[in-house]
C-alpha cells in the first residue's frame, strides 16, 4: 500500500462524499437527523477494528467510545461522562464492549517489559491476569493471549455495570443492558462472550447501588453491618 499525506486524505474525503451524494443525494441531510443511536460501542482504539463497517450499522446508529485495550475504570472520566452522555441523554439501549484477539494493549500487559505511560493504563489487565491465573494453566503464548483477551471483555462489562451510571437506569426501569463481544481480525468475525447484564440482580450484591429513595433512608450508624449483609444476601 502506498504511503498517503494527510493532502490525499482530503482528497480522499472528497470522493467519498461524491460517492455517498451519487448513491443517495439526501445521504447527508438525513444522517444530521440520526440523533438516537440505540446503541453505544466501546472498543479498542486499535485500526483494524471498525466498529459501523463490521456491525453493517450506517453512520448516526451507534455512539462510539474507543480506548487502548477497551477499558472502562471507574476514573476515567473520559468514558464515564461518554457512557452517562449514552445513557442518560441518548437513551441507548445497548451498550457493546468490544475487545478484540491480538490486542495490542493486552500482549504488552503480559510482557514483563517497560512500554512507556501505557504501563499505567494497562495495569489493571495485569490483575485481571492474576485474578484468574489458574484458567491459563496448559495455555500456549496464544493461546493465554487470546484467553486473556476475552477475560478483559468479561472485566468491563463487570466494571460497567458496577457503575452509578448504570445501575441508576436500571433502577428508574430505563431498559438497558451491556455486552460483551470479541472480534477476530483473523476472520472478521465477532462472537458474543455470554456476559450480558441487563438489569440489577445481574449485579453481585456488593456492587449494587441502591435507589436515592432508598438510600436516603438507610441507616447512618453500623454501615459495615449494612455492608455485610449485602455481601450475604
Known amino acids: 500500500m502506498s504511503r498517503l499525506n494527510p493532502q490525499d486524505l482530503l482528497t480522499n474525503n472528497r470522493k467519498w462524499v461524491e460517492d455517498r451524494l451519487a448513491g443517495d443525494p439526501d445521504y447527508f441531510e438525513d444522517l444530521a437527523q440520526q440523533t438516537s443511536p440505540r446503541y453505544m460501542w466501546i472498543g479498542c482504539s486499535d485500526s483494524r477494528v471498525a466498529a459501523n463497517e463490521m456491525i453493517g450499522l ?44 491480538d490486542c495490542g494493549g493486552v500482549r504488552a500487559a503480559m510482557q514483563s517489559r517497560h512500554s512507556g505511560m501505557v504501563d499505567n493504563w494497562i495495569r489493571c489487565i495485569r490483575d485481571t491476569y492474576m485474578k484468574y491465573r489458574p484458567e491459563f494453566a496448559g495455555c500456549t503464548q496464544e493461546s493465554a493471549l487470546d484467553l486473556l483477551c476475552e477475560l478483559n471483555v468479561r472485566q468491563q462489562v463487570e466494571n460497567l455495570s458496577h457503575s452509578r451510571i448504570v445501575q441508576n437506569a436500571w433502577n428508574r426501569g430505563q431498559a438497558l443492558a451491556i455486552h460483551g463481544w470479541i472480534y477476530s481480525v483473523r ?26 429513595s432508598e438510600t436516603s433512608a438507610m441507616p447512618t450508624k453500623n454501615s459495615d453491618l449494612t455492608f455485610f449483609d449485602a455481601v450475604n444476601s
Do not use: M
Not at 187 to 212: F, H, I, K, N, Q
Open 187 to 212: 476472520d472478521g468475525l465477532l462472537w458474543d462472550s455470554g456476559v450480558s447484564r441487563a438489569c440489577t440482580l445481574d449485579v453481585e450484591p456488593v456492587y449494587r447501588v441502591s435507589p436515592l
Open 58 to 101: 450506517a453512520p448516526g446508529q451507534v455512539f462510539v467510545h474507543r480506548n487502548v485495550a477497551n477499558q472502562v475504570k471507574h476514573a476515567d472520566f473520559n468514558c464515564l461522562a461518554a457512557v452517562q452522555y449514552a445513557v442518560d441523554v441518548l437513551k441507548v439501549e445497548h451498550i457493546i464492549i468490544a475487545g478484540h484477539y
